[in-house]
């Protein structure tokens, strides 16, 4: 048992047996002391350093003891710095907002030369890398020793091979040169919109909020089942006699299971099929895991749901901004996001209910087939234990890439449904035709798009991580602050949250309006259907609107009722 003393006791080292005179609150208490110790945590821990300080049993817990407090001592210093940078790291937090903001405001302007310098630095990158290894191959060949000029082929052969790749990406990039000019031309419209609407971020951010909330939720609840007894259908609906379940009238409001105890009063009551299936299900052995299982399925639904809410508020409102005018006259109109949500609410609720219960169940599946992936870690040398495992990694494998399959086709049939109306099952068909038929266009502008919310994403994350930098080395906004590492970590770290969810917004805009010029290319014919696609499209695809005078589409004026 342990005793609070005022000091930590000392040891008498001539006679180890000899009684020493502890102080206590309280009293004084008598024992032998064997091992000098020193207070930390409100703990006398034993000193380990000194001679004759630590009797050798101990020294090994002493020892590990020492490595978790230098653990504690380590996260407790990192603590500290954070909060002794606490303004600079609030002001890293507004500076990434306005720095990300300006940023994705200035695409519209910036978006062909970094297009433009990405691609060339990727071919630089595959010609240096030729001429690297084919300097490095005539080295090897021209040096005496005989072990090295084996390896003088092997980089002749990589040489080559790297030059291909550059003559075939070469070609590319001219073969699709046009594609190239229309996927900068969307993602600066992309800019517009997100400059056009600033409420827009909030979306993302008020999903995750909601996703937060559902989790902690399925939490409690499966903690709840976790910690619950033994469940018992006689305690929970009472003994079944003769097709109905008997409450003794004296223990009415109490504990039910104390009904079968032979009370001679009875009330009747008559069952329903809810009342037998209660009984017949939780008679099962298993019934806190179906319960379980149930909880997390109506998770992955939830989130499911919650996120093809928020992309198809984000795909009404650039729908909106899209069809309001032919041409560059654009605009979304007034209260864009509330609108768009009331529209999801109101007429497409089914549609992501569905789409987001196909990407439940595979989720589903492959949890359930992981859990048995587990069971079978154990059987190493059961043959027919292996070949399960293989089969089941296969039919893993096999769902993940169906789940990215469901979520690609999710996507695209919820901007037709926010373009045209249609349901999810009409909307699936006539996305993958307008896919099937516009494959390069929509292959080389969602490459560079990739490639630049990349390069946007890596750029602000070392802007602003630069600039908390300079803020705590050159400024005397942080005087406490010692090592800089871990601010510095936490600064890039949010700086980097929040470049991915302005790009992941943005990637969101950009796959509808890409989508959106599809249809627009395929449905119109720029005469009593004129185009909706600003003039820079129209000079590229060489189509052009043949009256000046038309009407908005009704797509942003009307209801687009589900069909």
Sequence with gaps: ??????????????????????????????????????PVFRRCVPIINEPNSTTDD??????????????????????????????????SVLISLVTTFVFVALLRWITAPVVWTLLLA??????????LAYDFSLDLAASPNVDDQQYSDPFLVLAIVVW????????????????????????????KVMAAVRTLPLVPVVSYFVIVIVAVWCLVVTMYLKTASELNATRLTGPLVNGSIEFPEAVVGQNISDVANGVSEVTSVMTTEFVNFTTVFLQNDRAKEYLMLYNLFGFLWCVA???????????FVAVFWYFS????????????????????????????????????????????LSQVQKKLQQQVDNPAGQLLKWVLACIQCCLACWERVIKFINRNAYIICCITGKNFCRSVWLALDLIFGHLATMAATNFIADAVFLFCIV????????????????????????????????????????????????????????????????????????????????SIDGKYNKRSTVVPVASSDTDPKDE
């Design 459 to 538: 750029f602000l994350t070392v802007l602003n991580t630069g600039i908390a930098y300079v803020l705590m080395t050159r400024t005397s906004l942080t005087p406490d602050v010692d090592v800089v590492v871990l601010p510095l970590l936490f600064v890039g770290f949010i700086s980097y949250t929040i470049a991915s969810l302005f790009m992941h917004l943005f990637d969101s805009v950009q796959d509808t309006l890409l989508l959106s010029y599809c249809y627009d290319k395929t449905e119109n014919n720029g005469a009593d259907k004129p185009y909706f696609m600003t003039t820079a499209l129209q």
């Design 58 to 91: 101990i020294k090994d817990v002493v020892q590990q003891f020492e490595k978790q407090l230098a653990f504690g001592r380590f996260v407790g210093r990192g603590v500290d710095e954070l909060a002794a940078a606490k303004v600079v790291l609030i002001l």
């Design 1 to 38: 048992m342990g005793v609070c003393v005022k000091q930590c006791p000392a040891p008498n080292f001539d006679d180890l047996l000899k009684v020493n005179k502890v102080v206590a609150y309280g009293g004084t208490l008598k024992y032998p002391v064997f091992y000098k110790s020193r």
């Design 325 to 368: 005018a032919p041409g560059d006259n654009k605009s979304v109109g007034f209260a864009a996001v509330p609108r768009a949500v009331w529209y999801v609410f109101r007429y497409h609720l089914g549609t992501i209910a569905f789409g987001s219960l196909l990407i439940a169940i595979i989720q589903f599946i492959r949890f359930l």
């Design 122 to 131: 990727i071919l630089a990158v595959l010609v240096v890398s030729g001429f």
């Design 164 to 191: 291909v790749i550059a003559g075939i990406y070469l070609l590319l990039v001219v073969f699709l040169l046009g594609r190239i000019r229309i996927a900068i031309e969307i993602i600066e419209m992309s800019s």
């Design 305 to 315: 749901f919650v996120k093809a809410f928020s992309f198809m508020v984000i795909a």
